[in-house]
């Protein structure tokens, strides 16, 4: 059936095009990215220090209303005094892997009305990235095996499906076990959203079915409906940009969990003279505190969410509830085009049984030195409070500094 898919998307694109152009245009691919990443977690005697340098190069051509692109992947660990997850060294977990792979293979048939087709290994992000996403900050992007539909043939009006039935994950060639290379499963997104000029609104449904048990995924497997809504309102010079979500999840498929529970975000930003000033809170519920029944979103792009130190990827048997508060600042400066700096503080709590898990602190700072090369620097500061209460609760320092080039 998979096969199928990829056949039929294919031979679509060929019959709707009576001819292809003559001309095709090629571009080349070419991206880099050196980063030095140190952690440092209580419990643990080891620090972890990483250098790690990932390049991605590959091409894309394109002829009439057909579009091919093909891009690799390889990250050498400069430094490799830590571990990475599947390389069998101690001490806190910095998950780049070395790693080398195609990461993307595709093809994108833009000859339907209003619709456009890609097949084939593919980067999907959805909304905010909170449910499926690239995880862009890890040197090894997830990418799906995946065939999607994109239509916008009403204006403001975008229909988005995609079924997928691959998980590419950050693990890479040596990923085995419970962080296996790919995930196997039968997954299917779906989103239908309006876009006005001051406001707009998301419905959508993430059916999760992985096939891999190693990795927890029938207990990952999960069907989620729900609906986000973003508002603009105008405040003189300033703007407030508010923010709200809402989705349920409930087990899917083979999930032995017979579990529900809620997802709820509100978030209100103050964008003043070069300032944006955060406040939020959100919420994955728990349904009866037993391990993966409480909400999960084991396919998105989870280091954007409820810290940078990253103890949070999985929920928590009895949930979680961040509040958290921000001030970020973007000045003009002609010798650091796009400076910006940005501070957070998040308060973590569970959703039941009223556990305190501790605070932090995240800060970063970025800037671009020419057209093709950019700077960010960040740093974690996580404090746990009372006892250990989920796998990993414990106080965590993380430092990165990297560099981007993007031809």
Same mark, same amino acid.
Request: aromatic content about 12%.
């Given at each position: ?158 229909? %988005?499906?995609?079924? +997928?039935?691959? =998980? ?7 990923? #085995? /076990?419970? $962080?296996?290379? @790919? ?25 999760? %079915?992985?096939?891999? +048990?190693?990795? =927890? ?7 989620? #409906? /729900?609906? $986000?809504?973003? @508002? ?176």
């Amino acid at each position: 059936m998979r096969k199928a898919l990829i056949v039929a998307a294919l031979s679509t694109a060929s019959f709707a095009t009576p001819a292809l152009a003559n001309k095709v245009v090629i571009k080349p691919i070419i991206e880099s990215r050196l980063r030095y990443e140190a952690v440092d977690q209580a419990g643990i005697l080891a620090d972890a220090d990483a250098v790690t340098l990932r390049v991605r190069a590959g091409a894309t051509a394109k002829t009439g209303d057909l579009t091919f692109l093909v891009e690799g992947e390889g990250l050498l660990a400069v430094v490799d005094d830590y571990n990475s997850g599947v390389n069998g060294k101690a001490g806190p977990i910095i998950p780049d892997p070395e790693n080398i792979e195609l990461n993307r293979i595709q093809v994108q048939f833009a000859g339907i009305a209003k619709t456009m087709i890609t097949a084939g290994r593919q980067r999907i992000n959805l909304d905010d990235q909170r449910f499926v996403g690239s995880v862009g900050f890890r040197q090894n992007e997830q990418t799906f095996d995946a065939v999607r539909a994109e239509w916008s043939g009403i204006k403001g009006v975008k229909a %988005d499906v995609t079924y +997928a039935w691959s =998980q590419r994950t950050i693990w890479g060639v040596d990923g #085995f /076990g419970g $962080r296996q290379q @790919a995930v196997k499963g039968d997954n299917i997104f779906v989103n239908l959203g309006y876009k006005g000029k001051s406001f707009g609104i998301t419905g959508f449904a993430y059916l999760v %079915d992985m096939d891999e +048990a190693a990795v =927890q995924g029938f207990r990952f497997s999960s069907k989620t #409906f /729900g609906a $986000r809504a973003n @508002a603009t309102v105008p405040l003189g010079k300033a703007k407030l940009n508010l923010l709200a979500s809402y989705a349920t999840q409930s087990d899917y498929k083979r999930n032995p969990n017979n579990s529900s529970s809620d997802y709820i975000l509100a978030e209100a930003m103050l964008d003043v003279k070069g300032f944006k000033l955060t406040a939020g809170y959100e919420v994955l519920g728990a349904d009866n505190g037993v391990a993966l029944s409480s909400f999960q979103a084991p396919l998105g792009t989870l280091h954007k969410f409820n810290g940078f130190a990253d103890k949070f990827l999985v929920t928590p048997a009895n949930g979680l509830r961040d509040l958290y508060f921000g001030v970020g600042y973007a000045p003009k400066v002609k010798v650091l085009p796009g400076l910006n700096a940005a501070i957070t503080w998040h308060d973590f709590k569970s959703d039941r049984l009223s556990q305190d898990f501790g605070t932090e602190w995240n800060a970063q700072i970025g800037w671009k030195i020419g057209k093709k090369v950019s700077f960010s620097a960040k740093y974690a500061d996580y404090n746990r409070k009372g006892i250990a209460d989920f796998a990993g609760d414990a106080d965590t320092r993380k430092l990165w500094a990297q560099f981007d080039y993007a031809l």
